[in-house]
């Protein structure tokens, strides 16, 4: 069985992006690794570079900065990636520049992978997701946030990423079809600075709308207000070994105040009808078919 990871990447440095740490965390268990590195103006490929040299093939590519609607340029440079792939792999490994998969996943990730390998039926593997809010110790408990997606899939040139690279479809509009295993992506999105956090908003919201749209819903200042957050939980649990030295150089403070929450009554409705059918959540997005 091969595994290859893949991911795309420009500008980790200016944007703050735990790139370095994605690809750490889950090259282990693949073969080989492929990263689309954009057209950046910082230093993002000498930073690719010197991760592993003879496991990762760097696949330079040029954004299209004038594809500007549901972040579709995100999925055109997934694309690059997944189709630099060698016909030799099974499965491909995908991973975002925020994402990072604590080690004590690894084996069970692993088992997955070999169980299902003669599993034609099977497409990829669905996992759970952690996303981290203000600080690495707080994670969003509203359902604003998606809870599950798929980021192992077969090396198939049917399947591509979809819409703004969160998920996959295959064929004609197809959805894959998936195992749900037990482990989870932690997602450090919006977790940086406030300064590169706002930075952050007012560049990768291009991907998505005009400047006009821009102009009006995205405030001009020099730092994010991490505040303006419906509702937080503590996390109680260990990071990844891979983002230890990042969150040690953690330089800024957010803290919450857990009465501040606000769960809207559609929140609270939902929660209690996930209580009580043991997981079904009312109009959860899923981006495919669970087996």
């Known amino acids: 069985?091969?595994?290859?990871?893949?991911?795309?990447?420009?500008?980790?440095?200016?944007?703050?992006?735990?790139?370095?740490?994605?690809?750490?965390?889950?090259?282990?268990?693949?073969?080989?690794?492929?990263?689309?590195?954009?057209?950046?103006?910082?230093?993002?490929?000498?930073?690719?570079?010197?991760?592993?040299?003879?496991?990762?093939?760097?696949?330079?590519?040029?954004?299209?900065?004038?594809?500007?609607?549901?972040g579709a340029v995100l999925a055109q440079e997934t694309n690059k990636a997944l189709r630099a792939v060698t016909a030799a792999t099974d499965w491909i490994f995908y991973i975002q520049g925020d994402e990072v998969v604590h080690e004590k996943y690894l084996p069970t990730i692993r088992q997955a992978m070999q169980q299902h390998l003669q599993d034609k039926s099977i497409d990829g593997l669905l996992f759970n997701y952690l996303h981290f809010y203000g600080s690495y110790d707080y994670i969003g408990s509203s359902y604003r946030w998606y809870r599950r997606e798929i980021r192992v899939v077969r090396n198939l040139p049917e399947i591509y990423s979809y819409k703004d690279a969160q998920g996959f479809r295959k064929g004609n509009n197809q959805k894959l079809t998936v195992k749900l295993i037990d482990a989870y992506m932690y997602h450090y999105g919006w977790v940086k600075t406030p300064e590169a956090m706002q930075r952050k908003q007012e560049s990768f919201h291009k991907?998505?709308?005009?400047?006009?749209?821009?102009?009006?819903?995205?405030?001009?200042?020099?730092?994010f207000d991490y505040t303006q957050i419906d509702a937080l939980a503590k996390f109680t649990g260990t990071h990844p070994a891979v983002m230890q030295d990042r969150i040690q150089r953690k330089n800024w403070q957010f803290e919450r105040d857990m009465t501040y929450n606000r769960h809207s009554f559609k929140d609270k409705l939902k929660k209690m009808i996930e209580k009580l059918t043991g997981g079904y959540i009312i109009g959860e997005y899923k981006n495919y078919i669970l087996k």
């Open 207 to 223: 991907f998505w709308h005009e400047d006009a749209w821009l102009d009006k819903h995205i405030v001009k200042q020099t730092e």
């Open 1 to 70: 069985m091969k595994v290859t990871g893949v991911s795309f990447i420009r500008n980790a440095i200016q944007y703050d992006y735990p790139i370095v740490e994605a690809i750490r965390s889950i090259l282990p268990i693949c073969d080989d690794f492929v990263v689309a590195v954009g057209n950046s103006t910082d230093e993002t490929l000498a930073l690719i570079q010197n991760i592993d040299p003879e496991k990762i093939k760097i696949l330079p590519t040029v954004w299209d900065d004038n594809l500007r609607e549901g």
